[in-house]
């Protein structure tokens, strides 16, 4: 019972719902800014880059290696404690969405360019052949192939990049973690943690289980 | 109609077409045929400049089309259509998507008569019922039909075919070579490169024979097949039927 | 522009850091190679779980797998470190980081492992067992193999991810890399040890990344 108490507070999960309630809304818009301007960035950039001109490749090539080999932790420290040195003062939520969504679009470009580089060359040259222009070739007949087959693995990597939102918490943004913890240290109890865990689990475990199905119709479909 | 002037090409230092001359009247059918790595392929891929020539000039109607670049370029390759050996439709799109594509998004035409027009030509090829289809619900024998009725709905002047046939199952040949004789029946101008000696006796009105990237000799079938003159053709042709020999 | 230069790239400043984040890093390591260590022997024991005809072994295992992929690594390890005390079980930070990252990482360690041993054809187990091998000789010397290999572009690029998740131990004051460098920045009011740990994280995160990409690239050729 002693457990019961200490992971199950009733008490405590009804004075702490309504702040918990206002911080899963918080995780949610800055999940869905993240995703959609990530996967947005990562598109354009991957069709920029099928122009094959070294001055646009070059910088995207480093945008995606770079954005992929730091921890995001990193780059919101900086950003949230060294950019104001140079009078640039982003908000904690901006800090988060331009890092988290730079992040995305770093590992949603190098996905889409995947899938572009496996469209073969006769689906581009069946495309010219019939008169459709460079762009028509590309978003009519490449991308929606390219698309296709990224669905499964940018399903995923949405997925890991919108938890880091938790990330906030380090730099005061009120989402679902930051609430619970200073919650918890009010409280004295580890309810409000467990609050967190469960609110993580509604909004998450849903993926996972979509990823698992879209995983088993692309299977099918190959 | 089409015109081949001095047409070369290189690949960085080889060199893999040398002045090649071609000139294929309305309502003619060309067959080229030639050993693998003769460069038919390259050929036939820089008349729609698939492949960039190196130097030379093709003509279509007396329009240039090596001296066509961007949006003039693409309104030309609407007048080449081109059959490729992989069929290469578009494995996210229906049949009837397959061939209303172009039309719309090239051609400009509206959609229901873009549609009309596909359903026309699928029905020419013997595949409207399967407008609805996917492509990986075809047989190859069927694909190869779809991508020529996507490349006639663009009411092209001329037709290049590369291998049609190559990729298909014996069984499957002989219903997309019925489409291009029907094709050739109804005066539509057709340059086609393929191994079906047996088509081109019954259907070509001018065999080509090339040979390490230059036309060797070109004459009617009978001529060809009957009367070859040079060594090269000779020693193909029989490499062709060694059992005929 | 100079002031940018002596923020963010502060040679003196980084000299001085340097021996700190040497410290760091060295945590850093001995934590990857401890986190990376059970990370994959859970995961294949999890995939093999997974993949188990008897019902007892799959369910259990899915739904560790589904649980621990759909929670944010950063809230399992403030659950293990800041919520456990309360169940009387009190972790240093190090064991914690270990604990929760343990979990984290053997989930999707699993899910790559699994991915790899299902594209093994059918074929390859029955001929082996036909020659007489027995199940655990299949699995060692003929299914895992082929798996780990069609898989090891995942492989790689979750042992990123895990090298990158390390930087989260600076939330619990575990003094790796991301905390050392940020402990000098408070102190010198200066931002160039956070330049100098990502400098850091990409020298050793980049080759892997540019590998990764190859990889890829080289399956979708085929
Ligand atoms: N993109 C390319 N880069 C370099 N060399 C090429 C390229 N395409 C073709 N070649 C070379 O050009 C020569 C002619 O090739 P082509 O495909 O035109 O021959 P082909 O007569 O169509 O042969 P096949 O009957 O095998 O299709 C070959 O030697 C080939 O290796
Ligand atoms: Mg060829």
Redesign the interface.
Known sequence: MR?LD??FDGAVMAKYLPDLLSAIVTTLWLSAIIVVGGLALGLVLACLRTLGRWYLTLPIVAFA??G????????I??FY??LP??GINLSGPMVLILVLGGVLAAFAE?IFW??L??VSKGQWEAGRATGLSFAQTLFEIALPQAIRMGIPPLVNRA??IT?????G??IGVKE??AVS?SA?SFSG??TP??M??LA??AI??P???LS?LLERRYAWAV | MLEINQLEKSFGDTQVLTSIDLSVKPGELVFVIGPSGSGKSTMLRCCNRLEEPTSGSILLDGEHVTACHGAALDKMRLKIGMVFQGFHLYPHKSVLANVMLAQVKALKRSKPEAKARAMEMLEHVGLAHKADAMPSELSGGQQQRVAIARALALDPKVMLFDEPTSALDPELVGSVLKVMKQLRDEGMTMVVVSHEMDFAREAADRVVFMDGGVVVEAGTPEEIFGNPKSERLRAFLSRLHPSDA | MS??ID??FNVGIMAQAWPLLLKGLIITLELCAVVIGLGLVGGLLLALGALSPSKWLKWPSVGFI??F???????LL??VF???P??GLELSPFMAVVVAFFLNNSAYFAEVFRAGIQSVPKGQTEAARATGLSKAQTLTHVVLPQAVRNVLPDLLSNT??V??????A??VSLSEL?YS??MA?SVTY??SP??L??LI??AI??P???LI?RY??GL??H
Do not use: C, H
Request: no cysteine; charged share 10%; net charge positive.
């Open positions: 457990f200490t992971f290696d770079i992929r080999a730091l921890p995001p932790l990193v780059v420290l900086i404690f060294g040195g140079l190098e995947a899938g580089t496996a997925l890991a938890k880091m939102t938790a990330l918490s380090v679902i973690l913890s918890q109890s580890a943690l467990t967190a865990a993580y689990l998450f475990l993926v996972v289980i698992r | 002031n940018f923020l963010f589904d649980l992929r759909a929670l944010p690594p950063l809230v403030v659950f800041s919520g456990l309360f169940a990123v991810e090298v990158k998740l390390t930087s989260l600076s939330v991301l460098a940020n920045r200066n931002s956070l330049i740990a990502a994280y990409l995160l980049w892997l990344v540019r990409s890829q690239r979708a050729v």
